[in-house]
């Protein structure tokens, strides 16, 4: 089990290198990165002294080294536009990211088992048809435009929630978050469940696939045959085996939420990482660029290797010797 | 299992010795009702984007023929110097709303396929390459295919665009590095199982030249399932392609796809001038749908293992 991990955050430790080499290629090397990283608009003589500053005259492998030194040491460079450690403005937005992304998983988990149980233990019934084409739906639909006709309906015809930001916050442990208050909550449902459609889609259609081969089981008949009510044999027989696979998408899918909140944050003006990037693309602010892709590939990671450790701690058949079949 | 191998006979004219898999295809795609109003409605759109020059009223990047008094009229409107209606509201240029869909319609299949044939030949060679010759090739090419799909599409579509900036071909270049590992992955593991087969063997005892081999014999029979996932991911990229220029990242303002008409609409969306917006995304949306129909029938005609 621990030799697993070990070699599963080997892999982990390449794969951060990989990436990271992947973006210094991609900002440093192709292109001019003295107009990547020098403010648009400085002087020929202050070009001329960033090139010399930023060590634009050593050989490619020797920059490199220098950019994962600095990159370990948390010096990933100063936004032009706001003047400040770019990873600092990175790591203040973060909760803004991380309570959207938690919020939407919560919706889709909250929903989608349930609906998806329905639509298993019912597959012929008018109302787990409907589920279904719900979720082909859920799977077309792009999120920025369901994001748009949310906006549409609930904000300027109905009038019920606010169209954008994040509303009044209340610190715990120091962090601020939203869902506390009830100003924060109303700004983060519409967003969360934006997030959370795609998701939800997903789940649906796992935990349905998973109840229909569960109940054909012997197991589900015995229990059933020993007289036990139908919820226990639900709630406890067929939800405790098709649980493992559910559990790890959503672990899984965490990342991906994180990387599609860059376009309901854009939609909602949700003050997180992801708006961040669009505004920083958009200004050509490129310090926070790099900034923003180094954490999110790192937590990427991490989330996989968690997983990857999580699932073998779960399934014992993943681990050590078949990890290479999976 | 496969195109060649398929000789299922046909019962009533003993003319006809073997049903032509395209036969056997189309006739079992016609049998979901969802599935051929998909392809209809995906026909209607192919044919509105190649026409879109000759059926649109106006030309909606033709400054001379845009009138600023006529901007952010609603739907059904009538035109200010003559007496056109403009039947989808006009934008905040006076565009008529109509044209600027069909053109942008235009745009988003183009890139949409453009992007999806070339990933398909790139995915193709790599996914040939690694199950044919196995061994170091192999890893590597499913290593790279690995890691990248381990990072969601949009992700590194964000990250080259960031990296290489605005236009049609650097979105093709996102488009096609999001989704050739794909077809890598589907076409090795089509291969694998394929190589294993007696023909395979047939062919090699034949003599024939690998190349031979391989394009001829191992290739079509790696179609099937392979077109199931081309046709899911032009889809796909549709979508991407929209979302990405939705943020301001994908295609220049003078060529507005789809993405990018929702995008210039959504900043009048809330002072009600919905239709700037809604009818682009109602487009976009039905070519989805549409494809995603066609992609959900094929992939139950082709599954092999579905097949009675």
């Known amino acids: 089990m621990l030799a697993y991990a070990i070699r599963r955050l080997g892999q982990s430790a390449f794969v951060l290198v990989v990436m990271s080499f992947l973006v210094f290629i991609g900002v440093f090397a192709i292109g001019n990165p003295v107009e990547l990283l020098v403010n648009p608009q400085a002087d020929q003589v202050e070009r001329d002294r960033a090139a010399a500053a930023l060590g634009l005259d050593q050989p490619l492998a020797t920059q490199y080294g220098t950019f994962l030194k600095r990159a370990a040491s948390g010096d990933l460079g100063r936004s032009f536009v706001y003047n400040v450690p770019a990873i600092r403005l990175i790591l203040e937005r973060l909760p803004a990211t991380l309570e959207l992304a938690l919020a939407a998983t919560f919706l889709a988990v909250l929903m989608g088992i349930p609906l998806g149980l329905y639509a298993g233990l019912k597959p012929d019934s008018p109302f787990a048809r409907g589920i279904m084409a719900g979720s082909i739906l859920g799977f077309s639909l792009p999120t920025f435009w369901v994001g748009l006709v949310l906006i549409m309906v609930f904000s300027v015809q109905l009038g019920w929630l606010p169209p954008n930001g994040r509303g009044e916050t209340v610190e715990v442990l120091g962090v601020p978050v939203s869902f506390l208050t009830r100003d924060g909550l109303a700004h983060l449902v519409m967003p969360a469940l934006n997030l959370a459609l795609f998701k939800l889609s997903l789940l649906v259609r796992l935990t349905r696939a998973g109840t229909r081969e569960a109940v054909l089981q012997d197991y589900v008949k015995f229990a059933r045959a020993k007289g036990l009510p139908m919820r226990r044999v639900i709630g406890v027989h067929v939800l405790k085996n098709i649980l493992v696979p559910i559990v790890t998408v959503i672990g899984l899918e965490l990342g991906s939420v994180i990387a599609f909140a860059i376009v309901t944050e854009s939609i909602f003006a949700w003050p997180g990482t992801g708006k961040l990037l669009i505004d920083s693309i958009n200004q050509l602010d490129r310090p926070v660029i790099v900034a923003y892709l180094l954490v999110i590939v790192t937590i990427f990671i991490a989330i996989n290797f968690l997983v990857d450790v999580v699932y073998s701690v779960l399934d014992p058949r993943v681990r050590p010797g078949t990890a290479a079949a999976h | ?308």
């Open chain 2, 1 to 308: 299992m496969g195109v060649v191998a398929d000789s299922t006979p046909v019962v009533s004219s003993p003319a006809a010795e073997v049903e032509s898999p395209w036969r056997r295809v189309a006739s079992e795609f016609v049998r979901s009702r969802l599935a051929v109003a998909g392809l209809v409605l995906l026909a209607i759109a192919v044919v509105l984007a190649l026409a879109a020059p000759w059926l649109s009223p106006q030309n909606p990047y033709d400054l001379a023929q845009l009138d600023v008094m006529d901007s952010k009229l609603p739907p059904g409107a009538s035109a200010s110097a003559t007496s056109r209606t403009y039947w989808l509201g006009t934008d905040d240029q006076g565009r008529d709303m109509l044209s600027g869909i069909l053109y942008g319609l235009r745009i988003s299949l183009t890139v949409g396929v453009t992007s999806t044939v070339i990933a398909l030949a790139i995915g193709l060679a790599l996914g040939l390459t690694a199950a044919y010759f196995g061994g170091w090739a192999d890893a590597a090419i499913m290593r790279l295919a690995d890691i990248q799909l381990s990072f969601p599409s949009i992700l590194i579509a964000l990250i080259l665009l960031a990296i290489l900036g605005q236009g049609v071909d650097k979105i093709i270049v996102a488009l096609v590095t999001v989704q050739w590992a794909y077809y890598a992955r589907t076409v090795r593991s089509a291969a694998m199982v394929e190589r294993q087969k007696e023909y395979v063997e047939a062919a090699r005892a034949l003599a024939l030249s690998r190349m031979r081999i391989v394009f001829r014999h191992l290739l079509p029979n790696c179609m099937p399932p392979l077109i199931v996932v081309a046709t899911v991911q032009v889809a796909h990229a549709i979508s991407l392609e929209a979302t990405l220029s939705f943020l301001g990242l994908g295609l220049p303002i003078t060529e507005p796809s789809l993405g990018l008409l929702i995008a210039n609409g959504y900043q009048y969306l809330l002072s009600g001038k919905y239709w700037i917006s809604f009818y682009p995304g109602v487009a976009l949306l039905l070519t989805i749908v549409a494809i995603n129909l066609v992609a959900d029938q094929l992939r139950d005609i082709l599954n092999p293992r579905l097949r009675k």
